[in-house]
């Protein structure tokens, strides 16, 4: 039996890796893929490790490991690492009979461990892309990434704001021009009238915060949201004059990475469920005081319909244009 071995962060890991991956189970009849990782990696190595096993799962001779890298001086010189990568990896491993790599150092490494070596695109042209410049802008390589490794990198916007200002609508169009996916508040889904419970409420919050879970799986590159956990505890506090702790720990599950704070400087409307047009300003005020409680910017948007979806699609490409 032959067992090959491919090492690396896969910080992301991306289509080069999966290539990569296929390339060597080709050659051998059992391949351990090692993510190696630091305390200090930017992005979390038991996220990586997830996206790993989730993406090899259909074969079950692609074996998924991971390693603390405790041992990686990048004062050292290549030579001298290479020796303490090979001790490592002769101790963590069963024997090793082929390397896999698109790195230069993977021949060295596989005459340390007595094995043979394959390289794989060495000079990126098949897969012209690196997990750096993925990190540093990840919406121009897009393409490169893989779906179970998206939503990492998907950009979380939230529609904000008091009652009957327009943010489903806009929710809705927004997801249409840049064709990506929208959550709706759920809330108008589980109940019909004002009347509700505690229970409900935290059905509520559970129902929202699961939605934008299942929608970050399936958005591209951005994910508009009609509502937030904030706007859930502000209408629980108003309603039942009670704020459950479950709700304050739903909020802090998902960060959003641009707020738009809808005025209220559009007629109200009616829909059987709306019920505060008496205090339209009130309320803004308190969906405002919220924001600057947590110190989070918002965009405000005013204005006539043209208007406010100028100000929003102006916002989202500065976003979509930084990465």
Same mark, same amino acid.
């Given at each position: 039996?032959?067992?090959?071995?491919?090492?690396?962060?896969?910080?992301?890991?991306?289509?080069?890796?999966?290539?990569?991956?296929?390339?060597?189970?080709?050659?051998?009849?059992?391949?351990?893929?090692?993510?190696?990782?630091?305390?200090?990696?930017?992005?979390? %190595?038991?996220?990586?490790?997830?996206?790993?096993?989730?993406?090899?799962?259909?074969?079950?001779?692609?074996?998924?490991?991971?390693?603390?890298?405790?041992?990686? #001086?990048?004062?050292?010189?290549?030579?001298?690492?290479?020796?303490?990568?090979? *001790?490592?990896?002769?101790? +963590? =491993?069963?024997?090793?009979?082929?390397?896999?790599?698109?790195?230069?150092?993977?021949?060295?490494?596989?005459?340390?461990?007595?094995?043979?070596?394959?390289? =794989?695109?060495?000079? &990126?042209?098949?897969?012209?892309?690196?997990?750096?410049?993925?990190?540093?802008?990840?919406?121009?390589?897009?393409?490169?990434?893989?779906?179970?490794? &998206?939503?990492?990198?998907?950009?979380?916007?939230?529609?904000?704001?008091?009652?009957?200002?327009?943010?489903?609508?806009?929710?809705?169009?927004?997801?249409e021009i840049y064709r990506t996916e929208f959550v709706? %508040?759920?809330?108008?889904?589980?109940?019909?009238?004002?009347?509700?419970?505690?229970? #409900?409420?935290?059905?509520?919050?559970?129902?929202?915060?699961?939605?934008?879970?299942?929608?970050?799986?399936?958005?591209?590159?951005?994910?508009?949201? #009609?509502? #937030?956990?904030?706007?859930?505890?502000?209408? *629980? +506090?108003?309603?039942?004059?009670?704020?459950?702790?479950?709700?304050?720990?739903?909020?802090?599950?998902?960060?959003?990475?641009?707020?738009?704070?809808?005025?209220?400087?559009?007629?109200?409307?009616?829909?059987?469920? +709306?019920?505060?047009?008496?205090?339209?300003?009130?309320?803004?005020?308190?969906?405002?005081? %919220?924001?600057?409680?947590?110190?989070?910017?918002?965009?405000?948007?005013?204005?006539?319909?043209?208007?406010?979806?100028?100000?929003?699609?102006?916002?989202?490409?500065?976003?979509?244009?930084?990465?």
């Amino acid at each position: 039996m032959k067992r090959g071995l491919i090492i690396g962060k896969f910080m992301p890991l991306h289509a080069g890796h999966v290539a990569l991956v296929r390339f060597a189970r080709q050659h051998c009849d059992e391949l351990i893929v090692s993510l190696s990782y630091t305390p200090t990696d930017p992005i979390n %190595e038991q996220l990586r490790f997830r996206w790993m096993k989730e993406i090899f799962k259909v074969d079950p001779n692609i074996i998924p490991e991971i390693s603390l890298d405790d041992f990686d #001086d990048e004062q050292l010189l290549m030579d001298d690492r290479i020796k303490i990568w090979a *001790s490592f990896l002769k101790k +963590r =491993f069963p024997p090793i009979d082929l390397i896999f790599s698109s790195e230069r150092y993977g021949e060295a490494l596989a005459r340390e461990l007595h094995a043979d070596h394959k390289l =794989f695109d060495l000079s &990126r042209i098949q897969f012209p892309v690196s997990a750096s410049r993925i990190r540093a802008n990840p919406f121009a390589h897009w393409h490169f990434i893989p779906q179970e490794v &998206r939503p990492y990198f998907v950009k979380k916007i939230c529609f904000y704001g008091a009652e009957s200002t327009g943010k489903s609508s806009m929710a809705k169009r927004m997801a249409e021009i840049y064709r990506t996916e929208f959550v709706p %508040e759920v809330a108008r889904e589980l109940i019909s009238t004002n009347t509700f419970t505690v229970e #409900d409420i935290v059905r509520i919050g559970h129902a929202q915060t699961q939605r934008v879970m299942d929608k970050l799986k399936t958005a591209n590159k951005i994910l508009i949201c #009609d509502t #937030d956990l904030i706007t859930t505890q502000i209408y *629980s +506090r108003h309603y039942l004059n009670t704020v459950p702790e479950v709700l304050l720990r739903l909020e802090k599950e998902i960060s959003y990475d641009l707020y738009f704070l809808f005025g209220i400087d559009v007629p109200w409307v009616a829909d059987g469920l +709306r019920d505060l047009a008496t205090q339209r300003e009130e309320m803004a005020k308190v969906f405002e005081e %919220e924001l600057s409680i947590r110190g989070i910017h918002s965009i405000s948007v005013k204005g006539t319909w043209s208007e406010r979806e100028a100000i929003v699609r102006k916002e989202i490409d500065l976003l979509l244009q930084r990465g």
